[in-house]
């Protein structure tokens, strides 16, 4: 992987660390949560074969090339796999009401290119698979993490 790729802009990994200190930091997650600290979304990308792959790895899972460069992408996909959550641990840092959907993502840059996060801005009745969604930002804990909501499409789609 090319250590010289900085997509988390100039974030450095002490500010990383600091701003998400459960995380295990380490050189390949660096550039995701460095990502999450300029509101993109990283993944990797083989620049030997193009494929896009998450999380992070030092090798491509398609062609076992070490050339994986991470690599932002658009956020913007269709809900593949949707879970309702009626209970989780209780928090007052999160404000979600139950059910609390999470959705496995497939994002527009690759098929079975996925990303796992919760769905916002969206009753829960409207959350369905293959909605379309957009990337947006939520705060925990003082950081952001990246969310998904309905896209402007998912407007004129069953509205």
């Not at 491509?60 to 593949?80: I, M, N, Q």
């Not at 209970?87 to 007052?92: F, K, L, T």
Request: proline share 10%; net charge neutral.
């Amino acid at each position: 992987m090319s250590a010289d790729v900085n997509f988390g802009g100039d974030v450095s990994d002490e500010t990383i660390l600091e701003r998400y200190p459960a995380i295990r930091l380490d050189r390949l997650n660096k550039h995701h949560y460095g990502g999450y600290l300029s509101h993109r979304l990283v993944v990797g990308r083989c620049a030997d074969c193009g494929r896009w792959h998450t999380p992070l790895r030092p090798r491509c899972p398609e062609c076992w090339a070490d050339a994986v460069v991470p690599t932002p992408v658009s956020g913007r996909g269709a809900v593949h796999l949707l879970t309702l959550l009626h209970q989780g641990p209780p928090s007052a840092r999160v404000t979600y009401s139950p059910p609390w959907p999470l959705a496995a993502v497939e994002l527009v840059e690759q098929t079975g290119l996925r990303f796992v996060a919760t769905i916002v801005d969206c009753p829960s009745d409207r959350v369905r698979i293959g909605l379309p969604v957009e990337l947006t930002w939520i705060t925990r804990d003082g950081a952001p993490w990246p969310a998904f909501r309905p896209s402007s499409e998912a407007a004129h789609v069953g509205a």
